[in-house]
C-alpha cells in the first residue's frame, strides 16, 4: 500500500515528534531516581520505537513489538521492582569524572555513525523490502507426456499478502537456521537463569510454606480437615 | 463509502479525497461507535445487577424509573458529584495517571473491531488487526499496577502485584488460543477470519478446545469472577482501586466493563461466525446482507448484537455460579493445565490442516 495520506510533511513531523519524545524519555530512563518512574519511561520510549515502526510500514513488527515489549516485559520489570519495593535511589553528583567519559564516548560514537551513514557505503540491508519474498510456492505439479517421462514441472504461486505473512517468510523460510538457534540461545539462558537463581530453603524456610501449597496435603484431605468430616 | 452517502459526502467536498477516506470518515465511525460503547457499558452495570439478583432470588435495583431502568444514569451522576479524595501518602502523578491508562486501549480497541458487515460497520480493516487488538488490550495492565502501587496502601499494591501476575499468565493461552482460528484462516484481519466462517463452519467446531481456553482466559484477562483475585474484597478491601473514589473510581470501572465488551466481541467474531448465520456460504452471509442494502446491514449488525449481548450475560453467569479460585490455582490452572493445552490444540490442528489439505489435492 502506498502512503494513504500521500503526504510527507505529516509523516515526517511524526517521526520528528515522536522520535523526541523517544529520545527524551530514554534520557529520562537513566536520570529517573525513582525505579517505577523510570520503568514508565522505559514503556513509553518502546510504544514511541512501536509508533514508529508502523509509520515506516512495518506494522506487524510494531505491534509485536507493543505486544510482547510493553505488555510482557515492561509488567514484569514494574512486578519485580514493586515487590521488592525499591525507594527512591538518593540524589547523586551527576557530573562526575566517569560520567564525563561517558558524554565523551557517546559523542564520538555518534561522530562515526554520522560519517558513515553519510558516506553511504554501507552494504544493503538483508532484508531490504526488495529482497523480502514477494512470492510464495503453492504447490508444483509434474506434467508428464503419454509415456510418464517428466516434461516439466508446473508451479502454481500466489503474492505475500501483508506484512505478517512476509515476516514469516524471512523468519520461517529463508532463515529458518538462524532462527532455531537463535531460540536454543535463548532457551539456554532462561535455564540458566532459573539455575543460578534458585537456591535450596533452609529448614525454617521450609517450614513457613503452608502445607497445601507444598502439596502435601491434597485439597480433598484438606477440605476434610476443615468441614471436620 | 462516500458513493453510498452522497449528501454527507458533499460536505467534505474541499477536503482531498485520500483525507475523507482515511482519516474523516473513521473519525465519524469512531465517535458514532463510541457514544454507543458508552452506553452500553453503562447499561450492562444494570443488567449485571438485576441478573445477578435474579440468579440469587433477590431483586436488585428497581427503584430509579421503571425496573430500575434508569439506574444506569443515576450511578455516573452520583459519582460525578462524589467527594474525590487523595490518598496523603500517595504518588500524585501516577496516582492521577493510572484511571486513565486502562479505558484508552480498551476504546481503542473499538477502532479495529468490526460490528457488522463492511465497510459500513468496519471502522477500520488493518491486515494485522488481531496482532494490534492483543497488543492494545495487553497494555491495558499498566493503570491496574500504576493505581495500586501509587495508592500508598497495602492492599491496592497486593491487588496491583496479583493483577500483573494474573494478566501477563493468562494473556499466554489468550494468544495461543487464537492461533488454531489463524491456521484456518490464513489471515489476521477480522473481516477475512468471519468471511472464512460463513463459506465453512463456525470455527468453534472445529476448534472447541481453542473456544474454551479462549473463554477462560478472556474471562482471567479482565479480572471477572471466578478470577476477580485483584479485588477480592474478603482479602484485600477492593484490592486496586482501593482508594480510588468518585470519577477516577468510575474510570477503573469503565475500562473493565470495556474491556468485556471488547472480549465478548472478538469470541464472537473468531470462533462464532460474526454478523452471519451462514453454514457453507448458505444462509445469511455477509454478500446477501450487502444485496439487502440497510435492511440487511442492520440485520447482521442485530446478528453480532445478540451473540455478543449472550457472552456478556455469559460473564454474569459465570459471576453468579463460581466460586473465587485461590492465587495458587490460579497460577497452576494457567501455566499446567492452559498453555500445554493451547500448544497441543496448536500441533493437531497444524497436523490435521496439513493431512486434509494432502489428501484433497
Partial sequence: MTDPLMLTGVSLALFVIVGAIAVASSILVVSMRNPVHSALFLLLTFLCVAILFVSMGAEFVGAVQVLVYAGGIMVLFLFVVMLINVKALPKEKVFTATSMMGVLMGVLLFIILAIILASGTWAPAVNAPENLRTAVVVKTTPVVDAGGATIQTETVTRDVVGNAEAVGMALYRDYLVPFEVASLFLLVAMVGAIVIGKRELDASEEEAIPEFIAKKVSDEDRLKEVTGA | ?361
Avoid at chain 2, 466481541?265 to 454478523?275: A, K, P, T
Fill in chain 2, 1 to 361: 463509502m462516500s458513493a453510498t452517502l452522497p449528501v454527507v459526502a458533499s460536505l467534505f467536498g474541499s477536503i482531498p479525497e485520500p483525507m475523507v477516506q482515511w482519516v474523516v470518515w473513521p473519525t465519524i465511525k469512531f465517535v458514532i461507535a463510541f457514544a454507543i460503547i458508552m452506553g452500553i457499558v453503562a447499561f450492562t452495570t444494570l443488567v449485571e445487577r438485576r441478573v445477578l439478583g435474579f440468579m440469587q432470588a433477590r431483586l436488585g435495583p428497581n427503584r430509579v424509573g421503571p425496573q430500575g431502568i434508569l439506574q444506569f444514569v443515576a450511578d455516573p451522576i452520583k459519582l460525578l458529584l462524589k467527594e474525590d479524595i487523595v490518598p496523603a501518602g500517595a504518588q500524585k502523578a501516577a496516582y492521577f495517571i493510572a484511571p486513565m491508562l486502562p479505558i484508552i486501549p480498551a476504546f481503542l480497541v473499538f477502532c479495529l473491531i468490526p460490528f457488522g458487515p463492511p465497510p459500513t460497520f468496519a471502522i477500520t480493516d488493518v491486515n494485522v488487526g488481531l496482532l494490534l487488538i492483543l497488543a492494545l488490550t495487553s497494555t491495558g495492565v499498566y493503570g491496574i499496577i500504576l493505581g495500586g502501587w501509587a495508592s500508598n496502601n497495602k492492599f491496592s499494591l497486593l491487588g496491583g502485584l496479583r493483577s500483573a501476575a494474573q494478566m501477563v499468565s493468562y494473556e499466554v493461552p489468550f494468544g495461543l488460543s487464537i492461533v488454531g482460528v489463524l491456521m484456518l484462516s490464513g489471515s489476521l484481519s477480522l473481516v477475512e477470519i468471519v468471511h472464512r466462517q460463513e463459506l465453512g463452519v463456525w470455527n468453534v467446531l472445529p476448534q472447541l478446545v481453542g473456544c474454551f481456553i479462549f473463554l477462560v482466559a478472556m474471562t482471567a484477562e479482565v479480572n471477572r469472577a471466578p478470577f476477580d483475585l485483584p479485588e477480592a474484597e474478603s482479602e484485600l478491601v477492593a484490592g486496586f482501586h482501593t482508594e480510588y473514589s468518585g470519577m477516577k473510581f468510575a474510570f477503573f470501572f469503565l475500562a473493565e466493563y470495556a474491556s468485556m465488551l471488547v472480549n465478548a466481541c472478538l469470541i464472537v467474531i473468531l470462533f462464532f461466525g460474526g454478523w452471519t448465520l451462514a453454514i457453507a456460504g448458505k444462509g445469511l452471509t455477509t454478500e446477501t446482507m450487502q444485496t439487502m442494502g440497510w435492511l440487511g446491514l442492520s440485520l447482521g449488525f442485530l446478528i453480532f448484537a445478540a451473540k455478543v449481548a449472550f457472552f456478556m450475560i455469559l460473564y454474569i453467569w459465570f459471576r453468579g455460579t463460581f466460586p473465587r479460585y485461590r492465587f495458587d490455582q490460579l497460577m497452576e490452572l494457567g501455566w499446567k493445565w492452559m498453555i500445554p493445552l493451547a500448544l497441543v490444540n496448536i500441533v493437531v490442528t497444524g497436523i490435521v490442516i496439513l493431512l486434509v489439505r494432502n489428501g484433497g489435492a
